[in-house]
Structures are given as C-alpha cells and as structure tokens.
C-alpha cells in the first residue's frame, strides 16, 4: 500500500504561482512513477505531468508545457513537486498526486483555484 499526501494548493490570481508537493509513504520502494493529474467540474480527470522515479524522465500535456514543471526531491524519491507558474482561469482544478507500483495510488486532492 502507498498513501499520498498533497499540499500547496490555493487562490492565486492570473500569471501567479504556486507549488504543489506530493509525499508518498508506504511500500515506496515499489513506486517506478508518480504524477499529477486535475479535473475540473464537469470535466473528466486529465494528466498533467508526470515522472519516473529511477530515471527522472518527464511528461506534460500540452496545455502546461513551458509553464509547469514536475520534479522530485532527489534525497528520497518519495516526494515529488510541481511548481506552476504563468498560471491561467483554466487551471483551476482539483490536483490529485498519482503513484503507481503497478497498481495505482491517489491522493486526497487539493484545490487550486486561478481568479482575479
């Protein structure tokens, strides 16, 4: 079993920032990748970038390539970052961390809202 631990989210006006981190506990050694994914309402939960854990390779949907970035803490490999910048309306979302073993994992969510 994995559990999941985000924090960071909040209200942050158009072109802000903000910083979400994920820590992961558990069976830790079995993660090989972990991610961030959002639904907004009404809308299905989408991808938004994602990391493997041993080689660090990235992946980001098209609409926040350039303005996010997707890291992980070197000095455990359990806890992963996504610092947003240039943000837009269209990013507020529930951001979920996702982990998977095999299996899949998910956090409890954390809100991000984007308004003026």
């Known amino acids: 079993q994995v559990q999941l631990v985000e924090s960071g989210g909040g209200l942050v006006q158009p072109g802000g920032s903000l910083r979400l981190s994920c820590a992961a506990s558990g069976s830790i050694n079995n993660i090989n990748a972990m991610g961030w994914y959002r639904q907004a309402p009404g809308n299905q939960r989408e991808k938004v970038a994602t990391?493997?854990?041993?080689?660090?390779?990235?992946?980001y949907a098209e609409s926040v390539k350039g303005r996010f970035t997707i890291s992980r803490d070197n000095a455990s490999n359990t806890v992963v970052h996504l610092q947003m910048n240039s943000l837009k309306p269209e990013d507020t979302a529930v951001y979920y961390c996702?982990?998977?073993?095999?299996?899949?994992?998910w956090g409890q969510g954390t809100q991000v809202t984007v308004s003026s």
């Open positions: 990391i493997t854990i041993k080689s660090g390779i990235t992946n």
């Open positions: 996702r982990a998977s073993t095999g299996r899949i994992y």
